[in-house]
Each structure stands twice: as structure tokens, then as C-alpha cells.
């Protein structure tokens, strides 16, 4: 079973002091847990880009998961 590791997750536009600690075993689950628990600004699309960092390593990767579908992607 994968380490769970501490991530800081944001909604992308926002700044990173209105983010959340997750923990989670990778950047797509912390996204995924994120939305749950805080239900960010849905766009015009029915999805929400999230910005999410690695608390140890400083690692970030932005995300937009579709609501319809729970399909996240890398954000363009």
C-alpha cells in the first residue's frame, strides 16, 4: 500500500492561504479528496481546477476535474 503523504490543495485563482492540508497517496487523490470536502468554485464547464502541492517536497501540479465525469486532467 502507497505512503500517504501531506498535501496544501487550493482552488486555482485563489490564493494558497484559502487551501486545505489533505492527506492522500498521490496529487490526483488529494485533488479528488479536496472537492469533496470543500467544494470548490464550479466553472461555466461543471469543473473546478485546484492547485496542489507536496508539503515535503514543494512539488506542485494543477489539476481540473469535471464534476460530471471525475475525471481529472492536467490543467492547460
Known amino acids: 500500500m502507497p505512503d500517504t503523504q501531506t498535501y496544501r490543495v487550493?482552488?486555482?485563482g485563489e490564493e494558497a492561504s484559502h487551501?486545505?492540508?489533505?492527506d492522500a497517496v498521490s496529487f490526483e487523490d488529494a485533488a479528488?479528496?479536496?472537492v469533496?470536502?470543500?467544494h470548490p468554485p464550479v466553472d461555466?464547464?461543471?469543473e473546478v481546477s485546484l492547485i496542489v502541492r507536496e508539503t515535503e517536497s514543494g512539488v506542485e501540479h494543477c489539476f481540473r476535474i469535471d464534476l460530471g465525469s471525475g475525471e481529472a486532467a492536467p490543467c492547460q
Open 44 to 46: 461555466a464547464d461543471n
Open 10 to 12: 487550493h482552488a486555482r
Open 36 to 38: 469533496e470536502l470543500w
Open 19 to 22: 487551501g486545505h492540508a489533505v
Open 32 to 34: 479528488v479528496a479536496f
